[in-house]
């Protein structure tokens, strides 16, 4: 055994290669046990009702505490506090490449109290930490900037060159949409990077009451920066999830959706929303699109919507095979579309999932829940595999995760850049529909001889009365002017899609549409 002294936070180091291996080992042997909540834990003092948000806020990391600042190294940590909404303790662990690992011990010394006074005494000294921040010399050298975010059930967030926060990844989804279960990670080793390091590697396990998990995440900052993850799964049976269930006060939900890979987003009104929110910007999203790289190379572009009713959730699903990739992306860019200036909507990251080696047959599912407002994380997008995960066998796989405000237009070089509805002026039941398809397309196409639309819909829902192709100089795109008449006494939202094409060659990805009658 090595005593460690770079900080008191640090004990005794153990000899103990972290590895992914290591952490499923962890990870099976708890997948053998009932799911432990470790709500509940927390002194009342934690608690939603006695430290809100403000007196949460109020208590603050003391950032020359940050793990491996004083020894200056390419990357810091900086921890949360528990309490508030986070009442599930994280254990936190570091390892270095030495082969040695060491708990990273919670202490109220690295918290200023100030603006909650008497909070400090009542804090235990096992509280364990609510997640941790990640710093790197990201935008500027000898500037330490906010890279990663990990806290909350699963949920992290990664950050490129320019960014801000806006969507959030996750480790998990489990039955999206359908009485959906959050798992955590509830353990965390963070390795400790060499001097020049360019790369952060983590590990983590996942836990809830249906599975548990093991995850390497290796992090390399960047224009986008990029998370190559790992993973394993091992699934509860039936009579162990049935009986955290019971201990939880909880129903039980069979399994329906394992959500790989999933992506967490917002979309509150866009250029495409019919019946805006009197607001006096003009948009308001994190993200406006799901994109979906399809093993056949065809990419289909569903622009986001807001189901009309409040909570109502609506799901989209997307059959496949093998997906090249999928994300939520924020392709408008231009300030002047939000005329936001405290949440920078323009600079939020879109984020894309690019599976390693070939996930099979299945989902990209797509969860749209009704809101009100900018404060509530209305969007999921993720990857169900049509044969879900068996209790007892191990379930690998992994991806890799860009974030960043640049790289969404490298997966579609045709690309459709707006979505724009409004009534036709003689006949209030039909929808103009216009569609701007931008791209290395446009110069290349003459005027004289103009690309071909081909829309199409469900039979028995409506059909296209008018499609006419025009260049628009202004957007710099090839602009679509459709005429959409619904069936009469249409109630159900219907699929709309469009392409370009020059005889027999797509030129553009595909749009997807669900239109809802109103």
Sequence with gaps: MVLVVISVRLVAAEKQEVTLDYV????????RQVFKDLRGS?????????LNYDRYRGVRFIPEQALWRKEERPFWVEFFHPGYIYQEPVRMHEFTVEGYVQPVRFSPEFFDYAAVPGLREKIPADAGYAGFKVLHALNATGRMDELAVFQGASYFRLLGVGARYGQSARGLAIN???????????????????????????FAIL????????????????????????????WRTEELVRAACEAQNVPFVPLKTAGLAPLTSMFWFGENTEGKPDDYRSEVHDSDGLIIHLENDEIVWRPLNNPDQHHLIRQSVFVARNPKAFGLLQRDREYLNYHEISNLYHRTPSMIVRPKGEWGEGQVRLVEIGTVSEYEDNIVALWNPVNLPKPGEPFRFGYTLESGIDGE?????????????????????????????????????????????VPSCPPGMGHFSK????????????????????????????????????????????????????
Excluded: H, M
């Design 176 to 202: 999206a949409g359908e009485g959906e279960e959050f798992p955590l990670f509830t353990d965390f080793w963070l390795g400790k990077p060499q001097p020049g390091a360019a790369e952060l590697t983590l």
């Design 409 to 453: 237009k490298a997966l579609s070089a045709n690309f459709v850049q707006g979505t724009r509805f409004g009534a036709d002026p003689a006949q209030s039941k039909v929808r103009d529909i216009v569609i701007d398809f931008a791209g290395d397309f446009v110069d290349a196409v003459t005027e004289a001889d103009p690309p071909v639309a």
């Design 207 to 234: 836990d809830s009451r249906s599975c548990t998990g093991a995850y390497r995440l290796v992090i390399r900052p960047g224009k986008s920066t990029v998370a190559e993850v790992d993973a394993v799964l091992f």
């Design 24 to 31: 499923a080992g962890l990870a099976e042997v708890r997948s």
């Design 467 to 518: 499609a006419i192709v025009l260049k628009n100089d202004f957007e710099k795109s090839w602009r679509v002017f459709l005429k959409f008449e619904p069936a009469p006494g249409l109630k159900e939202p219907v699929p709309l899609r469009c392409t370009l094409k020059k005889g027999e060659t797509v030129l553009t990805e595909t749009w997807d549409y669900l239109w809802n009658p109103r």
């Design 42 to 50: 927390l002194p009342d003092e934690l608690s939603v009702e006695n």
